[in-house]
């Protein structure tokens, strides 16, 4: 029989209405424990599921690799590059590749009666993959994009539509300006879509691949490069690693070279300020760790000093210093699980309920989301739990110390 947990057992089971001081330390202790799983569960769930969304969003606008020009991945002007059917098997056929899609730019300005604007169009051919905009659609409908005639539907964000007032169904010019000269074409509103990524809402409109391929003067097989997409974004370096290696630095028929560029090296800025987030969660980590190491601290010492007497009587028993000592930590133990349970109920609950009510608003303009983004991973949520029990109980080894200072002559007496 294992006596230091038997003795624990009894001792927390114990129900003694004298012992006013142990009471109220056991219950401070164990919510303390409790309150500080709760805020590391809801700020892991709250920090994965802001991040996770944000680089969705950039992603879908872009992709997890771009193979272009050098000079457009180097200088952001667009020039052309070929992308045959060659070129596109080579890529889809690359370890960790899920999915290729060609793309073209063309900045414009679209015109009404009242208002002008400027924007990039975006051409996109019958591979493209609407998954990520069919998500944020508002109204309307995603065209039949394709590379080999213009159907002159396009979609366009909500904030485009309420500044040039604009609705589904609706025709608007759009006007092209380079050394030619002017050139207009005029488009149906075919569908509105809003992400809420401010700095792509703004200007990105989605056309047909030929349009684009046409205004830009390019040959039918020359575009601003192809989207590539990775089954595991933990994977896009290795990915982007054999590009270099199979694609980089060959030239086309045109006598354009081949570069590659991931999704981080094309948006430093949004990807260095989600990383910033890590920093916070790290620091809330340690504060409530700290929080629940230092209430369960003072939670042992009052039991201790409370059971001054049972430890001198147990030392009288023949029992030792060591023993003592693993029996007020299997206490400990027991206070600790029970508010684990606690704060992952609390938690869990408070992340399930804003996933299934999106009860937290947010200034989308500030926050590019409408309401705070949650994920619910439970592989963290897990060694959240073993880690503070293992702190937590670190934490109580030099207090449990105090046993070897107790001694039965005198602790007998102690009242």
């Not at 989207?227 to 982007?240: K, L, P, Q």
């Not at 980089?248 to 070279?257: A, I, S, W």
């Not at 592989?379 to 503070?388: C, E, G, Q, S, Y």
């Amino acid at each position: 029989m294992n006596f230091p947990l038997f003795v624990a057992r009894r001792i927390y089971r114990e129900n003694d209405g004298q012992r006013m001081v142990s009471r109220p330390a056991i219950r401070i202790a164990t919510a303390g424990v409790a309150i500080g799983l709760a805020v590391m569960i809801v700020s892991v769930c709250v920090v994965f599921g802001f991040k996770h969304t944000i680089r969705d969003k950039v992603v879908g606008f872009g992709s997890h690799i771009q193979v272009g020009d050098f000079m457009t991945l180097q200088a952001g002007e667009s020039f052309p590059i070929q992308m045959g059917d060659s070129m596109m098997n080579v890529l889809r056929q690359t370890e960790g590749v899920s999915h290729v899609q060609r793309f073209a730019m063309k900045q414009g300005i679209l015109k009404t009666d009242e208002d002008f604007l400027g924007v990039v169009f975006k051409g996109v051919g019958p591979e493209f993959d609407s998954t990520f905009i069919h998500q944020n659609m508002v109204e309307g409908s995603i065209p039949v994009f394709s590379d080999s005639v213009s159907s002159n539907r396009m979609l366009i964000s909500k904030p485009m539509a309420d500044k040039l007032r604009l609705k589904t169904g609706e025709r608007i010019f759009a006007y092209f300006i380079d050394p030619n000269g002017v050139r207009a074409r005029r488009f149906t509103i075919s569908g509105i879509y809003q992400t809420n990524l401010t700095q792509f809402d703004n200007v990105m409109c989605f056309i047909d691949l030929y349009t684009a391929v046409r205004l830009n003067g390019w040959e039918s097989d020359q575009v601003s490069g192809a989207e590539v997409s990775v089954g595991d974004f933990e994977r896009v370096d290795d990915t982007e690693a054999i590009f270099i290696n199979k694609v980089n630095r060959q030239v086309d028929r045109y006598g354009e070279t081949y570069s590659t560029k991931t999704i981080r090296e094309l948006n430093p800025q949004i990807f260095s300020w989600l990383d910033l987030l890590d920093l916070n969660v790290w620091i809330i980590l340690a504060l409530m760790t700290a929080v629940a190491g230092v209430t369960m601290i003072s939670g042992l010492l009052i039991i201790i000093l409370e059971r001054t007497t049972m430890i001198g009587v147990l030392k009288a028993l023949g029992a030792r210093n060591k023993t003592i000592r693993r029996t007020f930590l299997w206490f400990a133990t027991f206070m600790i699980g029970k508010g684990l349970l606690f704060g992952n109920l609390i938690g869990i609950g408070l992340v399930l309920l804003q996933r299934w009510t999106g009860l937290v608003k947010l200034d989308p303009e500030t926050y590019y989301v409408s309401t705070v983004p949650v994920e619910l991973n439970i592989p963290i949520i897990l060694l959240l739990n073993v880690a503070t029990l293992l702190i937590s109980i670190f934490v109580l080894i030099a207090p449990s110390y105090l046993v070897s200072h107790i001694h039965p002559a005198k602790s007998m007496r102690y009242e």
